[in-house]
């Protein structure tokens, strides 16, 4: 599998996929003989980006399964081999399959197991006490930490990082984070300067000079590639995440959902002709999968735009194509036939690309003309601007009582909250007490984590308009189709996150103390010392300036595909100080980000009264 699009930025990231690649095939080849893995579902689509079936294949792998409760299937193997996330509940589905493959008898097999990203003493723990821990051959741990999606992305792709640092008080996922920034300085030298905002980031730095400090000198000596890490805490900016991203990319996410770079759409869609004319049997029922990244030209050219500016550049790729597939009737000798019929693959390729395309945005166009969408879209860029933010909105009103989807209704509520630094009392005892009346007291909870997150709150000091205002946050004039800012991902409004990160690269982040001063969390910066003999020096570009440096921000709970396309528009611009490369513990939208601090509270059932006064009649 070609990781092309992973090699084009101005640090390889490709390199970080093979060492993921040979470590796993390392893991694997602990285990002699034909192999089944047995693989944690959460983890497929991960591990799809880093190494396909055709490898695994060459390393003795012959099946693979999902890890589910119950039996596993029939499989004429020497090893089965379990790679999972360290969680309890997944070791009493790892120790099911073991004792009922031992209970059906047949030729011995070898059990092995891998933690993903790292081995747990509580997940060990566990496995003795459903006996089956003396059955593994290994346990061990595969440190996939950092996943490369692009040329200027990665992800560690880990659920649940904001609930359990903000919720349940688990900082594990920052361990992983500091680990996984151990990893990239072991492969592109150490980062010279670490900046950060928030407690978990301040967490993470000091986990990661610690384990420098262990390392006592014996680090790789590579020339530092990477001139700067900032970390960024997701409660410095929650405001970012809730509002409706508009990019194409953000689109799609908020629509169909994005998954390790593949998002399913609708099967009838992509329907030929002849299938839409051949009746139902002749439609294709399963989804239709596509891969989005960068190795696709037109959607590396779509994706950070504005939807406004889809419709444009979809029409002049057309216009384009054609003229292209034109060419041929003036193509008259040998030699220029040749040149066009080698030129047909990529043609063809590309015609296929804007068909899909075309029909995605037709798609979202769909969605985004309709009232209801509007309706929402208004709103929130009216709470944006700090309009009507301390009252009880009569659109999230009728919404309720419409019964709309919760996690819109909690979403909207949110931004309100948060442009306004919490709501009047009486006004969040209003939304509450709708909201728990309408779709149930089970959602007792979920409100009850929203507030410890931070995002529901009771009114407090009102400091978001100063920051609104310091850091230009919502600008009017904004061009969608030819953009001169940041903001032209949500029409207007800049993410607070990455107005941080252009500060920190000019004019510095001494500009805005007063505003560092009322974001949650400290502010930071720390040098790292590196050798005399490894200092990176400056290279110029033509007309003798220095090539921007490269700065590695790395979101720690989550950072949307807006926030992904405001960051390569600063990297894009002409007078950049700096080239981005975007890390994250995982990608996330409104929908998604709030989906992870839902609870719901399941009631007991009630005793069946009709049994019981039978029971009694016949007393």
């Known amino acids: 599998m070609a990781a092309s699009h992973l090699s084009g930025g101005r640090v390889n990231l490709a390199i970080l996929r093979e060492a993921a690649r040979k470590e796993l095939l390392e893991c694997l080849d602990k285990c002699d003989g034909t192999k089944a893995v047995v693989w944690d579902e959460q983890l497929t689509g991960p591990f799809g980006l880093i190494a396909e079936y055709s490898l695994l294949k060459e390393h003795e792998v012959d099946k693979m399964f999902q890890l589910r409760p119950g039996r596993l299937p029939a499989a004429n193997v020497n090893n089965i081999v379990f790679l999972c996330r360290p969680k309890l509940a997944l070791m009493e589905i790892v120790a099911q399959n073991i004792l009922k493959e031992e209970e059906t008898g047949g030729s011995r097999k070898e059990f092995h197991i891998f933690f993903v990203p790292r081995k747990s003493l509580l997940c060990e723990q566990k496995l003795k006490e459903l006996g089956v821990y003396g059955t593994f051959s290994n346990v061990d741990e595969y440190t996939l930490d950092l996943i490369p999606f692009d040329s200027d992305l990665l ?289 007792l909870i979920t409100l009850n984590n929203l507030e410890r997150a931070g995002l529901l709150t009771i009114q407090k000091q009102r400091t978001y308009p100063t920051s609104r205002k310091t850091l230009r946050l919502m600008v009017d004039d904004v061009s969608e189709q030819n953009p001169n800012d940041i903001s032209y991902v949500f029409s207007g409004y800049a993410p607070l996150s990455v107005r941080l990160a252009q500060f920190l690269a000019r004019p510095g982040w001494r500009s805005i103390e007063e505003v560092l001063k009322i974001l949650p969390g400290p502010t930071f910066e720390e040098a790292q010392r590196i050798p005399v003999g490894l200092r990176k020096k400056r290279t110029s570009v033509e007309g003798g300036s220095e090539s921007p440096k490269v700065t590695l921000v790395y979101f720690l709970g989550g950072v949307t595909y807006a926030e992904i396309a405001a960051l390569r528009f600063l990297s894009q611009q002409e007078d950049s100080l700096s080239d981005y490369i975007i890390a994250t513990t995982k990608i996330i939208n409104g929908h998604t980000w709030l989906e992870g601090l839902m609870d719901t509270l399941c009631p007991a059932p009630f005793p069946d009264t009709s049994t019981a006064s039978k029971s009694k009649g016949r007393r």
């Open 155 to 443: 992800s560690m792709e880990i659920d649940s990082t904001f609930r359990d640092c903000y919720l349940e008080d688990d900082m594990t996922s920052m361990y992983y984070a500091a680990k996984s920034l151990m990893s990239v300085q072991a492969l592109y030298g150490i980062i010279p300067t670490i900046c950060g905002k928030g407690d978990c980031a301040r967490h993470v730095a000091d986990m990661m000079l610690r384990m420098r400090r262990e390392l006592a000198g014996t680090e790789p000596q590579i020339t530092p590639q990477i001139d700067c890490l900032l970390l960024l805490d997701r409660t410095v900016d929650l405001m970012t995440p809730l509002p409706t991203q508009l990019t194409y990319e953000g689109l799609i996410d908020e629509i169909f959902g994005i998954n390790n770079t593949s998002v399913k759409l609708p099967p009838e869609k992509f329907a030929s002709s002849k299938q839409q004319t051949g009746g139902p049997q002749e439609m294709p029922t399963e989804p239709k999968k596509l891969v989005l990244n960068s190795a696709e030209e037109l959607y590396a050219e779509a994706r950070d735009r504005n939807f406004h500016a889809i419709g444009p550049l979809l029409s002049r790729k057309a216009k384009l194509i054609s003229a292209q597939f034109e060419e041929r009737h003036g193509a008259k000798t040998v030699g220029e036939i040749k040149q066009f019929v080698s030129r047909l693959p990529h043609m063809q390729a590309a015609k296929i690309s804007l068909a899909n395309h075309t029909t995605i945005a037709e798609m979202i166009k769909e969605v985004t003309d309709s009232d209801h969408f509007m309706e929402s879209l208004t709103v929130q860029q009216e709470f944006l601007n700090g309009i009507d933010t301390d009252k009880v909105n009569p659109y999230i009103e009728d919404c309720i009582a419409r019964k709309e989807p919760i996690i819109k209704i909690l979403r909207l509520v949110c931004i309100q909250s948060v442009a306004n630094n919490g709501l009047k009392q009486k006004t969040l005892d209003y939304y509450k007490r709708e909201i728990l009346q309408t779709y149930g007291y089970e959602h």
